[in-house]
């Protein structure tokens, strides 16, 4: 059964602090792994990861895929309180179904 | 560019009616999705489609149906709504190699 495990579950920093949020995956047919941020409403693309080693950035996000390890890290660096958000991270397989499987997010709250 | 739809945002059910959450897309993907997300929980696969006419069962699929009798359009069925079905509902659609677009979602309370 594919499983997508996050860490932490939640986590309360302060503006200005850099934030490093884990993934790690087992998936049947692993494609890419992907990253979103959901606040009140549908969760909102942020990256999306095939290679590994490779950074992907943008602007205070940055992401990176180790495909030995089997596990992502997303980063935020000068945090602010709009980045205050449930980060989610799904595994996407290769198949033709293209089934993702989500873990169960890392909550962010970032004070003033 | 409406992206994926769904209908209603809210509904209030009493146990044992049923409804139907309607999504259509409006970008041609081939893959359609719906998840169901309870608080502080990720999102959990009920059913999928490949295409039209082809649909399959996700994780968590018992009380639901589906159906895709077009490429627009996936709408999710609960029979019999239970209290443990009070959840939000989102609907999702992708093409190859691209991340999922999703509807804004249906949140359901069954009481």
């Known amino acids: 059964e594919d499983k997508v495990v996050q860490s932490p579950l939640s986590l309360v920093v302060h503006e200005g602090d850099t934030v490093t949020l884990n993934c790690s995956y087992e998936v049947t047919n692993f494609r890419s792994l992907l990253w979103y941020k959901q606040e009140k409403k549908a969760p909102t693309f942020l990256f999306m990861l095939t290679s590994s080693g490779i950074e992907k950035k943008s602007g205070r996000l940055s992401s990176i895929l180790d495909k030995k390890e089997l596990s992502s890290i997303l980063n935020i660096t000068a945090t602010q309180t709009g980045d205050s958000a449930i980060y989610l991270c799904?595994?996407?397989?290769?198949?033709?179904?293209?089934?993702?499987?989500f873990g169960d997010g890392t909550t962010l709250t970032v004070k003033p | 560019n409406a992206g994926v739809t769904q209908t209603p945002k809210f509904r209030i059910l009493k146990i044992g009616q049923s409804m139907t959450l309607q999504c259509t897309q409006d970008m041609n993907h081939n893959y359609m999705y719906w998840y169901r997300q309870d608080p502080g929980m990720g999102l959990k696969l009920i059913y999928y489609?490949?295409?039209?006419?082809?649909?399959d069962k996700g994780e968590v699929p018992n009380g639901y149906n589906v159906s895709r009798s077009t490429t627009e359009d996936f709408p999710l069925r609960l029979e019999l709504a239970a209290p443990s079905q009070t959840s939000v509902y989102f609907c999702a659609s992708l093409s190859y190699n691209s991340p999922l677009h999703f509807g804004n979602g249906t949140r359901l309370t069954v009481t």
């Open positions: 489609s490949v295409g039209a006419g082809i649909t």
């Open positions: 799904a595994a996407l397989r290769g198949t033709n179904a293209g089934k993702s499987t």
